[in-house]
């Protein structure tokens, strides 16, 4: 049973600036050897910017491969198989330049950001396809409402339309 997974990443520092390697293909780690088919960027601009929480439902589910360019992030995935004693599960993960996660299929994932100018990277396994896209609706889920708004207090969170008004967590 695939789980959440944190990968570290070793980053090189000298008066040019920084270095780190993201090894895509690595036969002696299955989590990150795979054929990857699709890469997408976002960048957020503010502080405080949610993103998520995503998915496909089949045959377009993905795994992804998050890693964080520049800035950092607070990530959210909530286990959405049914079948499997960790359903509904809510795994939570600081990630920065530092580190990567995968994502595998049959989870939700979103994430806020924790800086200015974040700039996110995400390798996918399979091809988007927007009829088979689905949101929760963040709030929805307890334990992620209680992390962010513990992050934002009196800032202001910004977000997407689609992501105002996805499904209910206690509906899905």
């Known amino acids: 049973m695939e789980l959440p997974k944190l990968i570290e990443h070793p980053v090189h520092h000298d008066h040019r600036g920084v270095f780190n390697q993201q090894p895509i293909v690595d036969y002696y780690n299955k989590d990150i050897d795979r054929l990857w088919i699709q890469s997408n960027t976002s960048v957020s601009h503010k502080k405080f910017t949610l993103r998520g929480l995503h ?85 929805t889920v307890p334990e992620i409402r209680e992390r962010v708004m513990e992050l934002i207090a009196d800032s202001e969170l910004i977000l997407s339309d689609k992501d105002r008004v996805g499904t209910d967590f206690n509906e899905y």
Do not use: M
């Open 55 to 139: 998915f496909q439902v089949e045959p377009f589910e993905q795994t992804k491969y998050v890693k964080i360019i520049q800035g950092k992030v607070l990530d959210f995935v909530v286990d959405l198989r049914k079948f499997y004693s960790g359903y509904k599960k809510i795994y939570f993960f600081e990630l920065d330049d530092t580190k990567a996660l995968v994502v595998p299929k049959g989870f939700a994932h979103g994430l806020i950001t924790l800086e200015d100018n974040t700039i996110v990277t995400y390798l996918t396994d399979n091809k988007y396809n927007p009829e088979k896209e689905r949101t929760l609706q963040w709030d």
